[in-house]
């Protein structure tokens, strides 16, 4: 979920680009050690692309997946792909609904849609209006997509702050929840006024989904987050993303300066457990269970997605994942550091960072795939959670092929089989893992799968 130099610039303020700045130094400037000559590991096989269709052509963003769909973000609106032969993925619709971000979540005939650009009403024609306009609409819209090829707008609900990313929490038979994040970059937003130390939690009545309103705000962070860390991009004002395990009722929030684990047994007011922090991660970015739910696996978002960081002279250390183990049960768990993964494939100028990924579903087994925008895709083996190791990659790159267009992966997710990127430039990358370690997930197949609200895997299902 891209806090690039567009959003840096827009909602982040020079101070952050500053604080950037001094946290990349001097490294950031120079090429570093040329890339693989290869593409791709022998164990990943690059089966095709769809490129963005001209209607829904700007940042390319989140993905999820129902059925044989997969629907992918874009800060214009989404695409609903047909995914029914994965080998050979077609366009079946094309929304144009600009709002910047979109973050999406399917759920059932519903999809949720993040808007965390201001426009000037909720509706998906709205012109843009400048941030300072304290009537712009920003939060979450509401789509019935029960007919795939024609979705229809439902509705829209605004939160404080927007939606940067937002969280589907199952309920049950009459309502479901969808947990909003977004922060506040300086004083200089009306609608999102500092301290921003909290949630929206947005209720969805099944019957009357039109009628969704924002149910609760709960305060994560009363007595204020990580502000004093000499390194983070942006202090601690709200999170960036979280994901929920709901069979556990267990949630861990990425939120800027902060990592935290969460009691989500009662939806509506998600209790804070643990809160840690590293003086390595400059932005706590995305989080991802393990499906014992003994391990989670965070990501830093070094340089909020705009700066090469995934060079010798930034190190291995900042900008990486870092795992930590969790200890207890409820309001007893604890998170222990266990260690920190980053790619070694030394990237130079190119944009390269820790982003999106799921869990590759192989029972009793921990292995991660993940983007790194323009690090390419990475297959990370972290079945020790001391000693993860990659073991392989796509990375699409124009430094190795000239005919090639460099990848740029927001996303990277394991689906019935395959691996679907939501790349922001190349569009959608469908890849093959052929690696005999990882062959018992194709025997795990999901009717729903949004990456942010984790399943339950087994062998069959």
Request: with cysteine; aromatic share 10%.
């Amino acid at each position: 979920m891209r806090t690039s130099p567009r959003r840096v610039a827009a909602l982040a303020t020079a101070a952050a680009a500053a604080v950037l700045a001094g946290l990349l130094g001097p490294a950031a400037a120079h090429a570093d050690t040329p890339p693989s000559d290869d593409i791709s590991s022998d164990n990943v096989e690059f089966v095709t692309n769809v490129p963005k269709p001209e209607a829904v052509n700007n940042v390319n963003s989140d993905l999820a997946f129902t059925g044989d769909y997969a629907i992918g973000g874009n800060y214009d609106g989404f695409v609903v792909y047909d995914i029914s032969d994965p080998e050979s993925p077609t366009v079946v619709s094309e929304v144009l609904c600009p709002g910047g971000q979109g973050d999406v979540s399917v759920s059932g005939d519903l999809l949720y849609f993040a808007v965390d650009y201001p426009r000037a009403s909720d509706e998906c024609g709205a012109p843009a209006v400048p941030v300072t306009d304290p009537n712009g609409f920003e939060g979450v819209r509401i789509f019935d997509i029960s007919d795939k090829a024609n979705p229809q707008y439902v509705s829209a609900v605004r939160t404080d702050c927007g939606s940067h990313t937002l969280t589907l929490v199952p309920g049950d038979e009459e309502r479901e929840y969808v947990y909003v994040s977004s922060y506040s970059p300086s004083v200089n937003f009306p609608n999102c006024q500092p301290p921003h130390d909290k949630i929206s939690v947005i209720e969805v009545p099944l019957e009357d989904p039109a009628s969704a309103a924002v149910a609760s705000e709960p305060v994560l962070f009363p007595d204020g987050g990580n502000h004093d860390q000499d390194n983070l991009l942006l202090p601690t004002q709200g999170c960036h993303d979280i994901t929920v395990f709901p069979t556990k009722d267990l949630a861990a929030g990425a939120c800027m300066g902060d990592g935290i684990l969460m009691d989500i047994s009662d939806p509506l007011e998600p209790v804070v457990t643990e809160v840690i922090q590293d003086e390595n991660f400059a932005f706590w970015h995305s989080a991802t269970f393990t499906n014992d739910a003994r391990t989670v696996l965070f990501t830093d978002e070094l340089g909020g997605g705009g700066a090469p960081t995934c060079t010798e002279e930034i190190g291995p250390e900042r900008g990486a994942n870092a795992i930590y183990t969790i200890k207890g049960k409820g309001a007893d768990a604890t998170l222990e550091f266990a260690s920190y993964f980053k790619i070694d494939r030394h990237q130079g100028d190119q944009i390269c960072v820790a982003h999106n990924g799921s869990l590759i579903p192989v029972p009793g087994k921990d292995y991660f795939v993940q983007s790194w925008y323009q690090g390419g895709v990475s297959v990370i083996d972290f079945n020790d959670p001391r000693n993860p190791r990659e073991i392989g990659y796509f990375d699409a790159d124009s430094r190795i092929d000239p005919d090639i267009q460099d990848n740029d992966t927001w996303s990277a997710y394991y689906y019935n089989g395959y691996v679907y990127s939501s790349d922001i430039e190349r569009g959608l990358d469908v890849l093959k893992i052929t690696d005999p370690r990882l062959r018992a997930a194709e025997r795990v197949t999901y009717d729903e799968f949004n990456p942010q609200t984790q399943p339950v895997y087994r062998p069959g299902r």
